[in-house]
């Protein structure tokens, strides 16, 4: 059936699929053996994204994370939000990867979210979360 699915995607879709199914693996293995620090500092920060337009709507590229997290073992939201913030700087939107945490009937939960602008584009929650890491454009400035 996902063959059957991709086949019937146009071009510029499969391109999204491809780039966000090999990269979200490559993020949730990275997550798996290195440690956060050394994944914070070779591929949050560096350079920001240039301001030219990308041809490629924003919200396009967050549908590629989303659909392709179904087959990735172990997808977390801080998987995705990694992967749509690398995805996010290929195609030149600045965006902002934020960790928080909070205490929901007496569990600790971690969540990771992904803003573009001020509005969340990618792992939006349901409950509010205290920001405990805000991963953005201003870490390369």
Same mark, same amino acid.
């Given at each position: 059936?996902?063959?059957?699915?991709?086949?019937?995607?146009?071009?510029?879709?499969?391109?999204?699929?491809?780039?966000?199914?090999?990269?979200?693996?490559?993020?949730?293995?990275?997550?798996?053996?290195?440690?956060?620090?050394?994944?914070?500092?070779?591929?949050?920060?560096?350079?920001? %994204? &240039?301001?030219? $337009?990308?041809? =490629?709507?924003?919200?396009?590229?967050?549908?590629?994370?989303?659909?392709?997290?179904? #087959?990735?073992?172990?997808?977390?939201?801080?998987?995705?939000?990694?992967?749509?913030?690398?995805?996010?700087?290929?195609?030149?939107? %600045? &965006?902002?990867? $934020?960790?928080? =945490?909070?205490?929901?009937?007496?569990?600790?939960?971690?969540?990771?979210?992904?803003? #573009?602008?001020?509005?969340?584009?990618?792992?939006?929650?349901?409950?509010?979360?205290?920001?405990?890491?805000?991963?953005?454009?201003?870490?390369?400035?």
């Amino acid at each position: 059936m996902l063959i059957l699915n991709f086949y019937k995607l146009k071009k510029p879709c499969k391109v999204l699929v491809v780039q966000a199914l090999v990269l979200q693996w490559l993020v949730r293995f990275m997550l798996w053996v290195l440690p956060f620090s050394f994944i914070k500092k070779r591929f949050i920060k560096g350079e920001a %994204p &240039t301001r030219k $337009r990308s041809k =490629v709507p924003l919200k396009s590229v967050m549908w590629g994370v989303r659909v392709t997290s179904r #087959y990735i073992v172990s997808s977390t939201c801080l998987t995705r939000g990694l992967t749509g913030h690398i995805m996010a700087r290929w195609y030149h939107y %600045p &965006t902002t990867l $934020r960790i928080g =945490v909070g205490k929901f009937e007496g569990e600790f939960e971690a969540h990771a979210w992904l803003e #573009y602008e001020g509005e969340v584009v990618l792992g939006m929650a349901q409950k509010e979360y205290v920001e405990l890491l805000n991963l953005g454009q201003e870490l390369s400035e």
